[in-house]
């Protein structure tokens, strides 16, 4: 293939843990160029495992990192979510503000709404995040990427809200089309990690996970 890059590396990482392959040194081996390439680009494979949530320990011997792997695909889907919010032309800005930092804000000279990626809808209702942050903007929105497609306050100043909401806001077809496809794979990852949790008796808090 092409040079790898580290896109391109996160993205093969990702592939492979959706479809429940191992991802130590050994089983990558096959895969032409990916692990020198990732030693190259993150100075060792266990700092690249590192930087997208993978305990490489767990990795290398048991080859399972459940917990992990949920709390990747959440900063996977924040990662969409800033591009998506780009997209839409919003002002986003991402700061620490009153010790708090947000995933994402939108400032304007009247208001100041927070927003946060929530893996799922309950997830963004047991979110600590509300307690946290609602004292410190006039608005937080907790979008979540599993779920049903719903958009309601949980209070006066907390809205919940589909990430498809969004989506159907961009102008073209084939934008919307483009963004659902990376949120499929996200929501096959996740998927994937629940199922060998219920194989394994493994527990995740979801309130924990992005």
Not at 105 to 115: A, L, N, Y
Not at 126 to 134: E, L, P
Not at 153 to 169: E, L, P, Q, Y
């Amino acid at each position: 293939m092409s040079e790898w890059t580290k896109d391109s590396l996160r993205k093969q990482l990702f592939e492979l843990m959706s479809d429940g392959k191992k991802v130590n040194p050994q089983s990558v081996g096959n895969i032409e160029g990916f692990y020198s390439a990732a030693k190259k680009l993150f100075g060792s494979y266990e700092e690249f495992l590192l930087e997208h949530g993978l305990n490489p320990a767990v990795c290398f011997h048991r080859n399972r990192n459940l917990n992990s792997i949920k709390s990747a695909t959440g900063l996977l889907f924040e990662e969409v979510l800033g591009d998506l919010l780009a997209d839409l032309k919003l002002n986003v800005i991402q700061e620490t503000v009153n010790g708090c930092r947000p995933d994402f804000i939108v400032r304007t000279p009247v208001s100041e709404k927070w927003i946060d990626a929530k893996l799922t809808e309950l997830t963004a209702l047991r979110s600590k995040s509300i307690s946290k942050y609602v004292g410190h903007c006039d608005k937080l929105i907790l979008v979540y990427l599993i779920g049903d497609d719903k958009d309601y306050n949980i209070t006066d100043k907390v809205r919940v809200v589909s990430v498809n909401k969004f989506i159907d806001m961009l102008p073209s077809a084939e934008s919307k089309e483009a963004y659902r496809k990376r949120l499929k794979l996200i929501v096959k990852i996740a998927d994937a990690a629940d199922k060998e949790i219920k194989d394994f008796g493994e527990t995740v808090d979801y309130a924990e996970v992005i």
